[in-house]
């Protein structure tokens, strides 16, 4: 399953909605050496319930709008 994931870094709490088909999610981390990436999949594989290994960013590894896309079980 590929989802658009807009980041939000530097935010005060971890956060996920969705608008439009686009999950915003909220970070901790600053966006530097790849720590709001690495927050990134933590959260979402917490949210979609899988483990990390299962979640990969396929585009925009420097910008806020990624592509990820997430293999689910089943």
Excluded at 11 to 25: G, H, L, M
């Amino acid at each position: 399953m590929k989802i658009t994931v807009r980041v939000k870094p530097n935010s005060a709490k971890q956060n996920i909605r969705v608008e439009d088909n686009i999950y915003i999610v909220s970070l901790n981390s600053p966006p530097l050496e790849g720590k709001a990436n690495e927050e990134l999949v933590e959260v979402l594989a917490d949210y979609f319930n899988t483990s990390k290994s299962k979640i990969k960013i396929i585009s925009g590894h420097k910008s806020k709008t990624k592509i990820v896309d997430i293999k689910m079980e089943g």
